[in-house]
């Protein structure tokens, strides 16, 4: 006969032996923006990419990076995409129905404005950015299903500007405002910065600040509701030890 121990004994050996539950995979989805992370020449790269995988790694979460256009990131978050994430968002009350947020990720410079040849002299008379908002003898160009935080959102929603949306990416964009096609649009100081090293041309356009121009916005990592909140826990411990090494939050010197 065992001894009435030896059942437990048998017992707490297999447990010891079984497999632990293997961590789903997270799918991490990232758009084009530079220089936070974009394509060139078809190698990824991006500051912020790199910091991404870092964190991930730091946090020793499973993690496939796929690139995908911005409209199909937010229609995954909408149709409840399970063990899903994406890097570099604005906190949105909208977004925060459908995604859940980690620590600050990054935090912008505020945006700058940037006028064409034919508007420079109208848009730089302006005292404040509302009365630039304010005037319906210009355009403005906004990139179509993306936020410049919600008070600068809220202020292009009530611009009397002809408002000109376009599903491009930034540099389409300014690439419109220096062709004279739109009076002027906004835009992050680092992608005008990155853009205008890129393509010197760029560089005679007009760049102005205004007073009254919101502060930077702050980006996020989103992750899908599924994903459990001990995982998020390591998460965002990882994006704190990240965002406290980053250089001044922004890109490594000399990029």
């Known amino acids: 006969m065992l001894p009435a121990a030896l059942p437990l004994l048998f017992g707490a050996a297999v447990a010891a032996s079984a497999p632990s539950p293997v961590e789903p995979t997270i799918t991490v989805a990232w758009r084009d923006k530079p220089p936070y992370h974009y394509l060139d020449n078809g190698e990824e790269k991006g500051y912020l990419l790199a910091r991404a995988r870092q964190v991930f790694a730091q946090a020793r979460i499973p993690a496939v990076f796929v690139r995908e256009p911005v409209k199909r990131i937010w229609a995954n978050f909408d149709n409840n995409a399970h063990n899903y994430c994406s890097i570099g968002w604005y906190m949105l009350p909208e977004r925060m129905r459908v995604a859940q947020y980690s620590t600050p990720f990054h935090i912008d410079p505020p945006h700058v404005v940037l006028a064409s040849h034919a508007a420079e002299h109208v848009v730089g008379a302006h005292p404040t950015l509302a009365a630039l908002l304010a005037d319906p003898t210009l355009s403005i160009g906004v990139v179509d299903g993306v936020s410049y935080g919600a008070q600068l959102d809220a202020m292009v929603a009530g611009a009397r500007n002809q408002v000109v949306r376009r599903t491009v990416d930034p540099a389409a964009l300014l690439r419109m405002v220096a062709a004279n096609r739109v009076s002027f649009m906004l835009m992050d100081r680092e992608d005008w910065e ?14 102005s600040t205004f007073p009254d121009m919101p502060p930077g916005q702050t980006r996020y990592i989103v992750c899908s509701k599924d994903v459990p909140a001990a995982t998020m826990a390591r998460l965002n411990k990882a994006v704190d030890g990240a965002l406290a090494a980053a250089p001044r939050n922004g890109p490594p010197a000399g990029r």
């Open 194 to 207: 990155f853009a205008s090293r890129r393509d010197p041309q760029l560089r005679e356009l007009d760049l």
